[in-house]
């Protein structure tokens, strides 16, 4: 697949499949910073994402699961969307989602099946960037997911960092807080800049804290992104570098592209 910009209609979706782990030292001012290790980018994980925001009075919050093989690009999502989303057929359903080979397959649901000739799987190739912006986010997560101080150290380019000790429910595992402003958040992430402008505006005006929280061993278990009530996300990873095998469903009916341009429109 090939890597070019990323539009956030997927990138949002998708950024669950990111990770980091980390390593600090803390300096006689208090100030912790990381130190960037070269470590081997981990080859598959499993993850558990859950996204809530605010906009206009409403609340939206939608979560997905599933596994990432970063060596192949591909995953799989099982994906709930928000119970207020104003199409009454998919509020609150959880779909079931597999991303091949830049190619994104999606199981039809009971009540839309008669849309699709009863299909059970319908399937849409993604266009050129989206495809290339989600082999680039992978990317990056795979190295974050081995090793969390680089994400750190971009992270704290735009603020400060201070420890936040041992997990008290996560066995070995210690963590860091980063606060800076939203839109260096999304920049850090590296999601687009057509996007970090009409995203600006779901976070507060201060600065919003990043919790990264790391195992014994350098890999990620947690981040978490906290700016009540205005969005908050969790993301937690599991199972790093086990084997993992995505194949795509046979007999999925093939969807115009143009389908996520309109999807996008509807949301």
């Not at 969307?81 to 199409?87: A, C, D, M, Q, V």
Request: aromatic content about 4%; proline content about 6%; hydrophobic content about 45%.
């Amino acid at each position: 697949m090939r890597r070019v910009r990323l539009r956030w209609g997927v990138s949002a979706g998708l950024l669950l499949a990111a990770g980091a782990t980390m390593a600090v030292a803390s300096s006689a001012s208090g100030t912790v910073r990381p130190r960037v290790v070269a470590s081997t980018p981990c080859t598959s994980a499993s993850y558990d994402l859950t996204v809530s925001m605010t906009s206009g009075g409403s609340t939206w919050t939608g979560s997905a699961t599933g596994q990432v093989d970063f060596v192949h690009d591909d995953l799989t999502a099982n994906v709930t969307l928000p119970s207020n989303l104003p199409l009454p057929a998919l509020a609150g359903a959880t779909l079931q989602v597999e991303l091949v080979s830049g190619t994104a397959y999606v199981a039809v649901p009971a009540a839309l099946a008669g849309f699709v000739g009863g299909a059970q799987w319908v399937s849409v190739a993604l266009p050129a960037d989206i495809n290339g912006g989600i082999d680039g986010l992978l990317a990056s997560g795979a190295q974050w997911c081995a090793n969390s101080q680089s994400l750190l150290r971009t992270l704290r380019r735009g603020g400060t960092v201070s420890s936040l000790g041992a997990s008290t429910s996560m066995p070995s595992a210690s963590g860091v807080e980063v606060q800076l402003p939203g839109k260096k958040i999304l920049s850090a992430l590296h999601v687009p800049r057509s996007f970090t402008k009409k995203a600006g505006s779901l976070f507060g005006g201060g600065s919003v804290p990043v919790d990264v929280w790391s195992s014994g061993q350098g890999h990620l278990e947690d981040v978490a992104i906290d700016d009540a009530p205005s969005i908050s996300v969790s993301l937690q990873l599991s199972n790093t570098n086990q084997p993992v095998t995505i194949t795509a469903p046979a007999g999925a009916v093939p969807l115009s592209p143009n389908l996520l341009t309109l999807l996008g429109g509807l949301l």
